[in-house]
């Protein structure tokens, strides 16, 4: 979302537990959202950098000592004339013991239990980010009954969304079937091309639509519990797909194809920009491999996707 007015720069931290488990700390009564529960954190003041600002934020709210934290997203967010930026760091080393110095309430919880009715919608982004994997990894067209053991593996794995796109309309329709019978749960990491999109409604399965479709689409094609993204190739793309309240964006080409030689890559300084953009997560597709994840996450991206380089 985008607005005119300039944006309140907001930052929030994700502190996780032994468990697995993210803080949320409670709005109290005299705060907008009152009573949601959010990622702690606060405004930043005038000239302070994110990184030091979630260090006085979090000393104020929790009375720890933030000693080191690295970027995880950065989401614009707005609600008619108001804009916010919010920038949400993964604090990766700190002292003490989170307290409530402020009188709010402070809870651990998964990821997967957390509801978006429970949270302001400019936090909702991040969760999705904590829960979609860091992978996106899109069959080869040749794929068939012969990789159906290594399709099921790579959906059991859960580090990863499977894109099944294959050459044959009728053996993508098949495969998937006997995918989305043999993988139970797991079903949910299995993204169909955008035109099946009733078979995905009956398979319980997740979408890739292409940038094209999303104009024939006036709301979203799928259930909250199943995973809907966009193929993006520009601001406009990544536009549609928010307003379309998509979980995802697989934003390319970062560089140039084996298959698209003639297409030029955008280049991370222009796909950071990109990322800047949007508030949904964003896989990095286009050239690249799975060791190119740092380089797509300092560039603002989830993770990243591709075909060959992702079934080695």
């Not at 030091?52 to 989401?75: C, H, K, M, N, T």
């Not at 992978?135 to 067209?141: E, F, K, N, Q, V």
Request: glycine letters at 10%.
């Amino acid at each position: 979302m985008t607005s005119s007015a300039q944006p309140i720069e907001v930052v929030a931290g994700l502190l996780t537990d032994a468990d697995g488990r993210v803080l949320l700390a409670r709005r109290t009564s005299a705060q907008d959202w009152a009573g949601l529960w959010e990622f702690p954190g606060g405004k930043r003041e005038p000239g302070e950098d994110a990184a030091s600002a979630l260090v006085r934020e979090l000393q104020e709210e929790l009375g720890i000592d933030v000693e080191a934290s690295e970027p995880f997203a950065r989401i614009p967010w707005s609600v008619g004339a108001r804009a916010l930026t919010l920038e949400v760091r993964q604090v990766t080393r700190w002292r003490g013991q989170p307290y409530p110095r402020e009188g709010q309430e402070l809870r651990w919880q998964h990821a997967r239990d957390m509801r978006r009715e429970a949270m302001p919608p400019a936090d909702w982004p991040a969760v999705q980010s904590l829960r979609l994997p860091l992978m996106l990894r899109i069959t080869p067209p040749h794929f068939g009954e012969a990789e159906l053991p290594r399709l099921r593996a790579a959906l059991l794995a859960g580090d990863a969304l499977v894109r099944l796109r294959l050459d044959d309309p009728a053996r993508e329709r098949e495969i998937a079937r006997r995918l989305a019978a043999g993988v139970g749960e797991e079903r949910a990491r299995l993204l169909l091309g955008g035109r099946q999109i009733p078979l995905a409604r009956d398979l319980g399965c997740g979408l890739q639509i292409q940038a094209g479709q999303m104009d024939e689409l006036a709301l979203r094609p799928l259930a909250a519990t199943q995973w809907c993204g966009a193929s993006c190739h520009g601001p406009g793309d990544l536009q549609r797909a928010q307003h379309l309240d998509l979980d995802f964006a697989v934003l390319g080409p970062v560089r140039a194809t084996p298959t698209h030689t003639a297409t030029h890559g955008l280049g991370w300084p222009s796909f950071a920009s990109l990322c800047e953009m949007t508030a949904l997560p964003v896989y990095a597709l286009g050239g690249l491999a799975p060791m190119d994840l740092a380089a797509a996450q300092a560039a603002g991206a989830r993770g990243v996707a591709g075909i060959r380089a992702f079934w080695n």
